[in-house]
């Protein structure tokens, strides 16, 4: 099993240019997660997807747009990006309803808007 | 909504000695509270967790303690090693939601 995998693995955008964050799971989880990363800030949810057809928003969802694909995926999109969205970004994926809540994060992709 | 704040935020040991990392919730109905170690460049990772059911969890070198009253939850690090370094995240789950809220993160180093 690949876990959770994310492409693409580093990313660098000018301000106002739009790209999407792809995210996959291969451990049938229900619910997924996007974070973001920054030095101090600990990990920040910006969306999530309790279950497949369902997404709603974190802390920080302004600026982002989400879509779960089907059960294994998930995508983020930056319409606009700006400089502050200048951060590392993890997916996660659990398991939900059966009393395993543990989040498995994907390896990540560093994103640099310029 | 739940508030979760860590200290410290860095915390310097020498190898052998004892590491503890503090954490504070605001929700009361927050019943779930899992620890993350995330090592330089990679991903975080579950280390440890706690149910509010619960007091005290063991696993080796690793413990977390939970006081529900005073709403706070610690991370206990025995034997410290140089391969104990890294940035260490509690959070914390509301009862009946999926999401998690993380604090700030607690850099340790641990020196040989």
């Known amino acids: 099993n690949a876990g959770v995998t994310q492409t693409p693995k580093f990313q660098v955008l000018k301000t106002g240019q739009s790209m999407t964050l792809q995210c996959a799971q291969d451990?049938?989880?229900?619910?997924m997660y996007w974070y973001r990363q920054d030095p101090g800030m600990g990990l920040r949810l910006i969306y999530y997807?309790?279950?497949?057809?369902?997404?709603d928003k974190g802390e920080v969802p302004n600026g982002y747009n989400v879509s779960r694909l089907n059960k294994r995926e998930f995508s983020l999109r930056l319409e606009s990006a700006a400089p502050s969205q200048t951060s590392v970004y993890f997916c996660?994926?659990?398991?939900?309803?059966?009393?395993?809540?543990?989040?498995?994060f994907g390896p990540g992709t560093r994103l640099l808007v310029l | 909504g739940e508030n979760v704040e860590q200290h410290p935020s860095t915390l310097s040991v020498q190898e052998g000695d004892s590491a503890v990392i503090k954490c504070t919730y605001s929700?009361?109905?927050?019943?779930?509270f899992p620890w993350y170690k995330q090592e330089l460049g990679k991903r975080p990772q579950l280390i440890i967790d706690?149910?509010?059911?619960?007091g005290e969890k063991k696993d080796q070198r690793i413990a977390v303690t939970l006081n529900k009253t005073a709403k706070h939850f610690s991370l206990h690090i025995t034997e410290t090693q140089p391969e104990d370094s890294a940035v260490y995240f509690c959070?914390?789950?509301?009862?009946?939601?999926?999401?998690?809220?993380f604090g700030t993160g607690t850099r340790l180093l641990v020196s040989p």
């Open positions: 996660a994926s659990s398991e939900s309803g059966t009393g395993q809540e543990t989040q498995y």
């Open positions: 451990m049938n989880h229900n619910s």
């Open positions: 997807s309790a279950s497949e057809g369902t997404t």
């Open positions: 929700d009361s109905a927050s019943n779930y």
């Open positions: 706690i149910r509010s059911n619960v």
């Open positions: 959070a914390a789950r509301r009862t009946g939601f999926q999401k998690l809220v």
